[in-house]
């Protein structure tokens, strides 16, 4: 976006101009991924869905996103995990109507966030008590 911001200061950018730069910056095609994007009106509607287990002398947490069918958006964002000891974050990918990622931890999950930086402004279900809206967490 910095690059954008400074070739266009000031001046109006044009859809083509965006995807431009965004390949240029990149140094792939980004069209696929935008185009979800630039072609749709409303929001992405992800459902996350995370559980955490004990796993020899950690713990595997596992994140479920389900996306509806008519509004499967490519999302790239992050899972913070909260210990006792730190919050650490992992990038996540999402694709299609439905993906799954495993992340490891020494420590006991306290709180797990799908998109802890909210980038985009959709309506997540509640979360448990003690916890934000995309926070989840579920002992198996």
Not at 24 to 44: H, K, M, N, S, Y
Not at 87 to 94: A, D, K, L, N
Request: hydrophobic share 35%.
């Amino acid at each position: 976006m910095g690059t954008l911001h400074e070739r266009f200061r000031e001046r109006p950018v044009a859809t083509a101009d965006f995807v431009a730069v965004a390949r240029e910056v990149t140094g792939r095609d980004v069209t696929p991924l935008l185009a979800a994007w630039l072609e749709r009106t409303g929001f992405p509607a992800p459902a996350p869905r995370v559980s955490y287990a004990k796993r020899g002398k950690g713990w595997r947490v596992t994140v479920e996103v389900t996306q509806p069918a008519d509004n499967a958006y490519p999302l790239a964002t992050s899972v913070e995990i909260e210990t006792a000891k730190a919050r650490v974050r992992h990038p996540m990918t999402i694709e299609g109507t439905r993906s799954v990622a495993t992340f490891e931890s020494e420590e006991r999950p306290l709180a797990v966030r799908f998109d802890p930086g909210t980038t985009c402004p959709w309506r997540a279900s509640a979360g448990r008590p003690g916890r934000t809206s995309r926070s989840a967490g579920r002992r198996r």
